[in-house]
């Protein structure tokens, strides 16, 4: 709900109050305000100025020279190439100086030869949004009424020195709906009297019963139905001030019935649709259910077929309008309506609703509706909407109004003792303050002894029970002023678990290494489901998917990341490195909810490390993204339980791809991405891995022990073993450390030689191997020992031989 700040002080004394000020206590009070926007925010030097003079451009036919005047002295001469502009008009021009929205400042100019000293604006140039501008004015500029005074503010004229709060409102909160629901919750707040509008209308000697009879079929749908008919009214476009509540509500503008119908909703918080009388096609007006099949063609010109859920007016054939939502094309005021139906209804929420959802309408009435009006508010809504048209619509009201009538309100009626409303809220309040606060609600209050009965208005719907009035007075009183206090009692102090401490352990290293953390979407395409699975199973498809875009439970994390570094890079972010840790969603039994396993995935593309003053720049490659989860391993106490196996996955690179095994049982993948899926995603060379998060995290790990640092020195040997190309570097390394013995603590390659020295298909690897015992120093011999081991069995085991 938009609360103009201007048209509130109609309702509410706000004097001493700003409107951030107000927007805090209304926060404060329990509905949130979600944004204060100043509408002349930055905008300056806009005046109104007089179009004397208008002719052809003389070097551009879509350029006009204009004499204005602005009011104060000589005119001056403004190029403009609005369509729309002419002489005789009253527009607004942003002066030589002016500042416009976007920090947009105006200055002398030479347009083709000419020239221009000033701008004449449009709406959308004033910071009007294109969506709310009027039609006649959403390609030109803004042409102001007769009266206007020349010289004077332009952007008060057209009521923009205003402010805007933007109330969040929760479900319950309906009666916030309108500015007279907003004008009791601010009286209330403020402690000040609320200013009702007090419709007075003249009404010529002519009956609206003997032009309407109102029939009513679905009582339950629509206990209560007012009809109005205004006479003699003439179509033009509503007043200046009106228009701008409108838009400022975020309502566009269109003629001054259509407009006043929607200030009411506004106001009121009622809806009222405007028939053409003419147009109605009988004199009888017929609320029912739809017959399935019926058809009828809305204002938005799309035919609509109806069910029996759906509740429609008819003319006593056909539907004119789909009740609640929106009317019918047959009966649609135009330029040449001369006599309105005015309608004024109380229809029940649920068929509303549904005739709502069922065609895609989302409509201002609709909305209301659904959350229920104010059904006391029914008749003086359409009395003040034909006061209305009688001042701006020139028309003549009918006396009376046609009813059909089975309404049966009755206030709610709640009791509810002192010592209950101190007991829940921790305070200390005596009868009178409770009181006080439900009376500032304007609700009415009897007091006897502790106990206080409350006679609920119509308009707050939202309070039945006794805990609803604990919190009216609860948010009243504030919740800042009630005390703080501690819980009593034993209680076990919380602490995380196992798992959870070892989770922000990884999270904590991935960030500290570089990566960012992403949050995506649980649900993918059809497409992407099956892609990267660790475990493949059959997709798990939603009842009543958002979009088929998100109709699939995730099986992968991956497809998710590479969203985000295609977004990025769309961006010229292309150096980015992402993780995850969530869910993905396996399928069991038919008709069972699907196992949930946590998974950590992550993707890293672009330049690891760059330093352009010392021009070195690091590419990401397969081994980065491996060093991670080594060091990832080795903080978990698990990097001796971990191998690193050749594998072949789709859709990831066949010969820089590898299978993660934690003590021999398979738990991830780690590679890089495919080349065409790169280039199919618009994404640079790209590295990913994901695994098993529950099974990293729950795998057993040894009790840490601490070792001295060595007093002994080390000894180093560097070998390069020849082996088939085919024989992978870890499988060697497995194997020399097997042989080593315990004098061997280290083993990491250093050099990959596939030169053409070297045999065909034969490469050469070279390990370097650090010997040394805690407890003595090493001798020649002790080494050779151990090193004679590692050679004999690389040799017998994979066919290795020293280099020469």
Same mark, same amino acid.
């Given at each position: 709900?938009?609360?103009?700040?201007?048209?509130?002080?109609?309702?509410?004394?706000?004097?001493? !109050?700003?409107?951030?000020?107000?927007?805090?206590?209304?926060?404060?009070?329990?509905?949130?305000?979600?944004?204060?926007?100043?509408?002349?925010?930055?905008?300056?030097?806009?005046?109104?100025?007089?179009?004397?003079?208008?002719?052809?451009? =003389?070097?551009?036919? #879509?350029?006009?020279?204009?004499?204005?005047?602005?009011?104060?002295?000589?005119?001056?001469?403004?190029?403009?190439?609005?369509?729309?502009?002419?002489?005789?008009?009253? @527009?607004?021009?942003?002066?030589?100086?002016? @500042? *416009?929205?976007?920090?947009?400042?105006?200055?002398?100019?030479?347009?083709?030869?000419?020239?221009?000293?000033?701008?004449?604006?449009?709406?959308?140039?004033?910071?009007?949004?294109?969506?709310?501008?009027?039609?006649?004015?959403?390609?030109?500029?803004?042409?102001?009424?007769?009266?206007?005074?020349?010289?004077?503010?332009?952007?008060?004229?057209?009521?923009?020195?205003?402010?805007?709060?933007?109330?969040?409102?929760?479900?319950?909160?309906?009666?916030?709906?309108?500015?007279?629901?907003?004008?009791?919750?601010?009286?209330?707040?403020?402690?000040?009297?609320? #200013?009702? $509008?007090?419709?007075?209308?003249?009404?010529?000697?002519?009956?609206?019963?003997?032009?309407?009879?109102?029939? @009513?079929?679905?009582?339950?749908?629509?206990?209560?139905?007012?009809?109005?008919?205004?006479?003699?009214?003439?179509?033009?476009?509503?007043?200046?001030?009106?228009?701008?509540?409108?838009?400022?509500?975020?309502?566009? $503008?269109?003629?001054?019935?259509?407009?006043?119908?929607?200030?009411?909703?506004?106001? +009121?918080?009622?809806?009222?649709?405007?028939?053409?009388?003419?147009?109605?096609?009988?004199?009888?007006?017929?609320?029912?259910?739809?017959?399935?099949?019926?058809?009828?063609?809305?204002?938005?010109?799309?035919?609509?077929?109806?069910?029996?859920?759906?509740?429609?007016?008819?003319?006593?054939?056909? =539907?004119?309008?789909?009740?609640?939502?929106?009317?019918?094309?047959?009966?649609?005021?135009?330029? &040449?309506?001369?006599?309105?139906?005015?309608?004024?209804?109380?229809?029940?929420?649920?068929?509303?609703?549904?005739?709502?959802?069922?065609?895609?309408?989302?409509?201002?009435?609709?909305?209301?509706?659904?959350?229920?009006?104010?059904?006391?508010?029914?008749? =003086?809504?359409?009395?003040?909407?034909?006061?209305?048209?009688?001042? +701006?619509?020139?028309?003549?009201?009918?006396?009376?109004?046609?009813?059909?009538?089975?309404?049966?309100?009755?206030?709610?009626?709640?009791?509810?003792?002192?010592?209950?409303?101190?007991?829940?809220?921790?305070?200390?309040?005596?009868?009178?303050?409770?009181?006080?606060? *439900?009376?500032?609600?304007?609700?009415?209050?009897?007091?006897?002894?502790?106990?206080?009965?409350?006679?609920?208005?119509?308009?707050?719907?939202?309070?039945?029970?006794?805990?609803?009035?604990?919190?009216?007075?609860?948010?009243?009183?504030?919740?800042?002023?009630?005390?703080?206090?501690?819980?009593?009692?034993?209680?076990?102090?919380?602490?995380?678990?196992?798992?959870?401490?070892?989770?922000?352990?990884?999270?904590? +290293?991935?960030?500290?290494?570089?990566?960012?953390?992403?949050?995506?979407?649980?649900?993918?395409?059809?497409?992407?489901?099956?892609?990267?699975?660790?475990?493949?199973? #059959?997709?798990?498809?939603?009842?009543?998917?958002?979009?088929?875009?998100?109709?699939?439970?995730?099986?992968?994390?991956? =497809?998710?990341?590479?969203?985000? *570094?295609?977004?990025?890079?769309?961006?010229?972010?292309?150096?980015?490195?992402?993780?995850?840790?969530?869910?993905?969603?396996?399928?069991?039994?038919?008709?069972?909810?699907?196992?949930?396993?946590?998974?950590?995935?992550?993707? !890293?593309?672009?330049?690891?490390?760059?330093?352009?003053?010392?021009?070195?720049?690091?590419?990401?490659?397969?081994?980065?993204?491996?060093?991670?989860?080594?060091?990832?391993?080795?903080?978990?106490?698990?990097?001796? #339980?971990?191998?690193?196996?050749?594998?072949?996955?789709?859709?990831?690179?066949?010969?820089?791809?590898?299978?993660?095994?934690?003590?021999?049982?398979?738990?991830?993948? !780690?590679?890089?991405?495919? $080349?065409?899926?790169?280039?199919?995603?618009?994404?640079?060379?790209?590295?990913?891995?994901?695994?098993?998060?529950?099974? *990293?995290?729950?795998?057993?790990?040894?009790?840490?022990?601490?070792?001295?640092?060595?007093?002994?020195?080390?000894?180093?040997?560097?070998?390069?073993?020849?082996?088939?190309?085919?024989?992978?570097?870890?499988?060697?390394?497995?194997?020399?450390?097997?042989?080593?013995?315990?004098?061997?603590?280290?083993?990491?390659?250093?050099?990959?030689?596939?030169? &053409?020295?070297?045999?065909?298909?034969?490469?050469?690897?070279?390990?370097?191997?650090?010997?040394?015992? $805690?407890?003595?120093?090493?001798?020649?011999?002790?080494?050779?020992?151990?090193? &004679?081991?590692?050679?004999?069995?690389?040799? &017998?085991?994979?066919?290795?031989?020293?280099?020469?």
């Amino acid at each position: 709900m938009y609360v103009s700040y201007k048209w509130l002080q109609d309702y509410v004394d706000l004097s001493g !109050i700003t409107p951030d000020e107000l927007a805090e206590k209304i926060t404060k009070s329990g509905i949130e305000v979600e944004g204060v926007a100043t509408l002349n925010e930055g905008i300056s030097g806009v005046v109104v100025g007089y179009v004397l003079e208008k002719e052809k451009h =003389p070097s551009a036919d #879509k350029l006009n020279k204009c004499q204005v005047d602005l009011g104060d002295g000589e005119p001056v001469q403004i190029i403009c190439g609005a369509p729309n502009v002419d002489k005789g008009q009253k @527009v607004a021009v942003a002066t030589v100086g002016a @500042v *416009l929205p976007g920090n947009f400042k105006i200055k002398k100019a030479k347009l083709r030869g000419e020239a221009s000293n000033g701008m004449i604006c449009s709406l959308q140039e004033l910071g009007f949004e294109s969506k709310l501008v009027a039609k006649e004015y959403s390609e030109g500029i803004y042409v102001f009424p007769e009266k206007t005074e020349i010289g004077t503010n332009a952007l008060e004229k057209l009521h923009r020195d205003d402010h805007v709060l933007e109330l969040g409102l929760t479900p319950n909160r309906a009666d916030c709906q309108s500015m007279l629901g907003v004008a009791y919750e601010v009286a209330a707040i403020l402690g000040r009297e609320v #200013k009702l $509008p007090q419709p007075e209308v003249a009404t010529v000697s002519e009956k609206a019963e003997d032009y309407i009879q109102v029939t @009513v079929e679905a009582k339950e749908d629509n206990p209560l139905y007012v009809a109005k008919v205004i006479k003699n009214v003439s179509i033009k476009p509503s007043p200046l001030w009106m228009q701008a509540r409108l838009m400022a509500a975020g309502i566009r $503008p269109h003629n001054n019935v259509v407009d006043i119908t929607n200030y009411i909703l506004l106001e +009121y918080g009622q809806p009222l649709h405007a028939f053409d009388y003419d147009r109605l096609g009988s004199k009888e007006i017929l609320v029912r259910r739809a017959t399935d099949g019926e058809v009828i063609t809305t204002l938005d010109d799309a035919k609509r077929e109806l069910t029996s859920d759906h509740l429609v007016i008819t003319n006593g054939k056909e =539907p004119v309008a789909l009740a609640g939502v929106m009317g019918g094309a047959n009966s649609e005021v135009g330029s &040449d309506t001369t006599t309105v139906l005015l309608e004024s209804a109380y229809f029940a929420g649920g068929p509303i609703r549904k005739a709502s959802k069922d065609h895609g309408l989302r409509s201002e009435a609709s909305s209301r509706y659904e959350k229920g009006v104010d059904p006391n508010r029914v008749r =003086p809504a359409a009395e003040r909407a034909a006061q209305l048209l009688a001042e +701006y619509a020139g028309g003549e009201v009918l006396t009376g109004s046609v009813e059909a009538d089975s309404l049966t309100v009755e206030p709610a009626v709640i009791s509810i003792h002192i010592d209950k409303i101190n007991r829940v809220l921790g305070t200390n309040l005596a009868v009178s303050e409770a009181d006080d606060i *439900l009376t500032r609600l304007q609700f009415e209050t009897a007091a006897d002894g502790g106990e206080i009965t409350v006679t609920v208005p119509t308009r707050r719907g939202d309070i039945t029970i006794e805990e609803d009035l604990v919190e009216e007075v609860g948010r009243l009183y504030g919740y800042d002023n009630l005390e703080t206090t501690l819980p009593e009692g034993s209680s076990t102090p919380g602490h995380l678990s196992a798992y959870q401490s070892k989770r922000r352990v990884v999270r904590q +290293y991935l960030e500290g290494a570089g990566l960012y953390q992403a949050v995506t979407y649980s649900l993918t395409s059809e497409d992407k489901v099956m892609q990267y699975a660790l475990d493949v199973r #059959k997709p798990i498809k939603l009842a009543m998917p958002m979009s088929e875009e998100r109709s699939m439970l995730r099986l992968s994390l991956i =497809p998710h990341l590479f969203e985000v *570094l295609k977004y990025n890079g769309a961006r010229q972010n292309d150096s980015l490195s992402v993780y995850e840790t969530s869910s993905v969603f396996l399928s069991t039994a038919d008709n069972e909810l699907p196992e949930e396993k946590e998974h950590l995935a992550a993707a !890293i593309t672009g330049l690891w490390q760059s330093h352009p003053w010392q021009g070195e720049k690091k590419p990401v490659d397969f081994f980065v993204l491996k060093g991670i989860l080594e060091g990832l391993f080795s903080k978990l106490g698990l990097l001796e #339980k971990i191998e690193f196996a050749k594998l072949e996955k789709e859709g990831l690179h066949p010969g820089r791809t590898a299978e993660i095994l934690l003590s021999g049982e398979a738990i991830g993948v !780690i590679g890089q991405v495919h $080349p065409k899926v790169e280039k199919e995603l618009d994404l640079k060379e790209t590295y990913v891995f994901e695994l098993s998060l529950e099974a *990293l995290l729950e795998a057993e790990v040894e009790p840490l022990k601490y070792e001295a640092i060595p007093r002994y020195p080390s000894i180093t040997r560097d070998i390069a073993l020849v082996v088939d190309k085919t024989t992978a570097a870890g499988e060697l390394a497995t194997i020399i450390r097997q042989a080593g013995g315990k004098l061997l603590k280290e083993v990491n390659v250093f050099d990959l030689y596939e030169g &053409d020295r070297m045999e065909e298909g034969k490469k050469s690897i070279a390990f370097s191997l650090r010997y040394f015992d $805690p407890e003595r120093t090493l001798t020649d011999d002790d080494v050779v020992k151990a090193h &004679d081991k590692v050679l004999t069995a690389v040799k &017998d085991q994979a066919g290795a031989v020293l280099r020469g």
